[in-house]
Nanobody, 123 residues
């Protein structure tokens, strides 16, 4: 059974940092491109970042470029999202997801998502 379990969310003040983790199981993590997406409301989602197989390529939305860093540790079957200089508009539920082939940037179908972790940026 494929499982993606996000952790590390919480409440932080503007300008602060959080590190999200995504623990993967049930599939060959090292052979899978991975991505982070965020959900603001039931019908509003945004692609955040993607990392390719091997971690040699990372890609970001313009809204997080320069503030967020996506990474992966294939030995631990875990992906990360380091979020720095957080803004109130970063408040959302963050999901990690598998990227189905062929490799592409952007949102992936919800059946590839984990259960999410809430990030709230507020003073």
């Amino acid at each position: 059974e494929v499982q993606l379990v996000e952790s590390g969310g919480g409440m932080v003040q503007p300008g602060g940092s959080l590190r999200l983790s995504c623990a993967a199981s049930g599939f060959t993590f090292s052979s899978t491109a991975m991505t982070w997406v965020r959900q603001y409301s039931e019908d509003r989602h945004e692609w955040v970042a993607t990392i390719n197989i091997g971690g040699t390529g990372t890609y970001y939305s313009s809204s997080v470029e320069g503030r967020f860093t996506i990474s992966r540790d294939d030995a631990k079957n875990t992906m990360y999202l380091q979020m720095n200089r957080l803004l109130p508009e970063d408040t959302a539920r963050y999901y990690c997801a598998r990227v189905p082939p062929p490799f592409a940037l952007g949102l992936v179908p919800k059946n590839y998502w984990g259960q999410g972790t809430q990030v709230t940026v507020s003073s």
